[in-house]
């Protein structure tokens, strides 16, 4: 039983899954370089908008033909901009296991109408992927940030399938392998794995994708920042650094930043690499405790990015007020903040582990939780 502090703390304690961690030894002066004051439509402006978009596509390895953008209202505004311009022509597959799936299922159910049919897996696990008709256009997430659950390759997606794929992949870009050839649509947010700053998204369309675009227009309206074409074709300037609204250029600049570190560790195969790292620190914890696991119970989905940890001991009485007095200590302290599970997931501890997190943070991390259980279970059986 740990009954005294531990001796190593975290040297960064920011677990946060969104905002994350900024990469490590970060600083406000990196910044200094931000054309701020200026238009983003300037030539300097445009020079950095630009500069973000080649770098993601030579880091992430995104195909030369597909488009890359930056777009509104982070990830949120990029899945959304490619549901509402894309969907409706066929009917759809809305796949979700945790929240943020289960949010694009509403959209298309409640606010678009579409045909759709629904496939659901309960937090800690996962849709067949090899039943769904990909005959349809099929809604996912690749990685579930609130779950812990994640695909474990793109093995089930025909390459000769009729509709396009929408994949989510705001908690796996540059940390996990993305198989570019099986998504038409790919979103994500600066701000989990490389911890840029928030409210900015990424929309990444294949051809296929940039083919349904100039076909279909949609039955509902689309507002401004939605709009992707003009008189049937894409508007080529968003994907190079046009941005269809007025972007933050210190943001900019903090990707940009971000992506100077992302290529000084080796690029994706060391961000990755990092990942999976810090992954491992926890398995090893885990795997040496029996009153804790992994909220996935198949070691094939588990996510090393968004780590969903639950209490399995049999003396905690109300196991969500337990892991929330856990956090709390962990908060108190300063060696674990924003360490609580999701507010609509099981009850639990969600450690970020992309790729700005060191894995040293990790390890000296787990002890801390260790001590935080004993103490909590004292608590609890003192107020008995």
Known sequence: MVTTHPGTRPANP?????????????????????PLGRSHRASVGKAKLKAA?????AILGVPDDYRIGI?????????????????GQRPVEMVAWESFGAGWVTDAVKQLKL???????????????????????????????TSGVRMPDGGAIPADRGGLTLCDAT???????????????????????LGGEAAHGVLILSPRAVERLESYTPPWPLPKIFRLTKGGKLIDGIFVGETINTPSMLCVEDYLVALDWAESIGGLPGLIERADNNYSAIAQFVDEHDWIEFLAADPAVRSTTSVCLKFTDDRIADGAAFAKAVAKRLEAEGVGFDMGAYRDAPPGLRIWCGST????????????IEWAFEAELAEQAKAA
């Open 357 to 368: 997190v060191e894995t040293s943070d990790v390890a000296a991390l787990m002890p801390w």
């Open 14 to 34: 920011r677990f946060s899954s969104g905002p994350c961690a900024k990469p490590p030894h970060w600083t406000l002066d990196a910044l200094k370089d931000a």
């Open 171 to 193: 908690s796996a870009a540059f940390a996990m392998d993305l198989p570019w050839d099986k998504l038409d649509v790919t979103t994500f947010s600066w701000q989990k794995v």
């Open 71 to 87: 777009v509104p209202a982070s990830d949120t505004g990029a899945y959304e901009m490619a549901m509402w311009t894309m969907l």
């Open 115 to 145: 045909d759709a049919r629904i496939n659901e897996a309960r937090y800690g696990e996962i849709v067949d992927m090899a039943a769904l008709d990909y005959d349809r256009d099929v809604c996912f997430t690749w990685n579930g940030t």
């Open 53 to 57: 978009i080649d770098r993601t596509r």
